[in-house]
């Protein structure tokens, strides 16, 4: 069974940067597409960033070029810069390994059958 293991959040202000970390414990990257989702309280979990298997990268349309992902496949990481944090990015974000059509990327959450604990993340004003 594949495992997620994110770390790297935390309380950030206005503005500044985090680097969130996604290890994969089984396989390698290239036969996952990985993603990152966040959840804030009240709401529904949202696509933020993913890597297809092949190395192309995608962004959710709020990104705006602040977000950056990456993989080091010799570690079995991905991650996702953050910059230029607002309030409105604090949650929890999640990496999750696509199990279900994945094909060359998808973004739907329900495709996505293994998941990280996640990680929270919080920015102040």
């Known amino acids: 069974q594949v495992q997620l293991a994110e770390s790297g959040g935390g309380l950030v202000q206005d503005g500044g940067s985090l680097r969130l970390s996604c290890v994969v414990s089984?396989?390698?990257?290239?036969?996952?597409?990985i993603a990152w989702f966040r959840q804030s309280p009240g709401k529904e979990r949202d696509f933020v960033s993913g890597i297809s298997f092949s190395g192309n990268t995608f962004y959710g349309d709020f990104m705006k070029g602040r977000f950056s992902i990456s993989r080091d496949s010799a570690k079995n990481t991905v991650y996702l810069q953050m910059n230029n944090l607002k309030p409105d990015d604090t949650a929890v974000y999640y990496c999750?390994?696509?199990?279900?059509?994945?094909?060359?990327?998808?973004?739907?959450?329900?495709?996505?059958?293994?998941w990280g604990q996640g990680t929270p993340v919080t920015v102040s004003t």
């Open positions: 089984v396989g390698t990257l290239r036969s996952y597409s």
């Open positions: 999750a390994a696509c199990t279900t059509d994945c094909h060359e990327f998808t973004a739907v959450l329900t495709n996505y059958g293994y």
